[in-house]
Each structure stands twice: as C-alpha cells, then as structure tokens.
C-alpha cells in the first residue's frame, strides 16, 4: 500500500474505532460511517480480482472506502484505463472534509467528487458516463433500490455492485433485507451476502 495513503487510512481508522467505541462524540457532519479495515481489504482484493480501473462510489462521508478503492486501483495501474473513481456526497462539509484526505492521500488527481443528490446525479450519469466496473452504495437506505437500478445499466458485463449495512446496524436490516430481494430477483445479476464487516451484498453483473 502507497505510504501517504496508508497514513491517511490510520488516521481515519483510529477516528473511526473512537467513534465506534463512544469514546469520541462528533457532529454529524463529523461522523465517520466508514466500512471497516477487513471491508477495506476485502474490497480491494476485490477491485484487483476484476482489474478494475473505474469505480463509482455513492456516499463519500471522510473518504475512507475511496482511500481503499484509490489504493487498489493504482497498484494495478498498467495498460488500463486511468484509474478513475467519481464519488457522491450530499454534505459540503463532508465534501470538504474527503478533499483535504485525498489531498493528504496523493490521490486527488484520480478523484472526482459530485457534490448534491445522488439519484439526481446518477441520472446525469446514465447520460455522460462510460462504464463502471465497480460500484460501492453506502448511502441513505430509503432510496437504496433506485440507487442499484440507476447503477446497473452503467456497470460492465462481469462487473460488480456492492452494498454496506447489510448486518449492521440492525435498525437498517428492514431496507436491506428488501434491497437483497431486489437484487435476486434480477436475471442478469447473481448475489451474495458476505458476513464481513458491516455486511456487504456482492452482486456480479452478467452477460
């Protein structure tokens, strides 16, 4: 793992276990909301398993899970596309607060924040963008469906959607356990609930 972004992971890490734990009480627009470190590495054994080089995330909070995919990607950078990761945050402090890690990080050049609504901006970029191979969704949970419907058509054949929360917090588990049923019901997707972390719904786009 590239060292400034490695450091920025530790830092945030250590945040994120105060918060986890009480001992740390933020604003909200503080609050962490990250996925793990195994998440992390499991996402990004992930990412190099599909030799990914454009990945969408929706809900950026600090930048934590960027950090990971933003380290994935440039380990396998070679003949590829530029690596690439375009990121939704409705919070401008949140915004602000994932641009100062990404400058720290080194990676501010191979990320795009779009800050506003995301389904407003994820039907813009039904429109403009080219194909994803990777998509992460840790946003709000009542507009979690529209999010993987809008996604779906902009990732690759063979390319992978993955959703946060799917275990925890246990107050989430009515809007996940509707999202997984969703998701199952579509022919061109086969999915998966991985007890890592917080939970994650792998789904695999097919041919």
Do not use: C
């Amino acid at each position: 793992m590239k060292k400034r972004i490695l450091d920025v992971l530790t830092l945030l890490g250590k945040e994120s276990d105060r918060q986890r734990s009480s001992k740390s009480r933020v604003l909200l627009d503080r609050e962490m909301l990250a996925i793990t470190p195994d998440t992390g590495i499991f996402f990004s054994i992930l990412l190099k398993a599909i030799r990914a080089s454009r990945v969408l995330e929706i809900g950026t909070s600090s930048g934590y899970s960027t950090l990971w995919f933003a380290d994935a990607l440039l380990s396998t950078a070679g003949n590829r596309r530029r690596p690439s990761i375009v990121t939704i945050e409705s919070n401008p402090s949140k915004v602000s607060w994932a641009e100062e890690n990404f400058k720290k990080a080194g990676v501010r050049n191979i990320t795009t924040i779009m800050e506003g609504k995301a389904v407003d901006i994820l039907r813009e970029l039904r429109r403009t963008a080219n194909r994803f191979d990777f998509v992460f969704i840790d946003a709000d949970k009542e507009n979690i469906l529209k999010y993987f419907d809008l996604t779906l058509p902009m990732v690759r054949t063979g390319g992978i959607i993955t959703a946060d929360n799917m275990l925890l917090p246990v107050h989430f588990r009515p809007h996940m356990n509707k999202y997984a049923s969703h998701v199952r019901r579509k022919a061109s997707v086969q999915s998966v609930t991985v007890p890592i972390g917080m939970g994650e719904e792998i789904s695999l786009k097919l041919g």
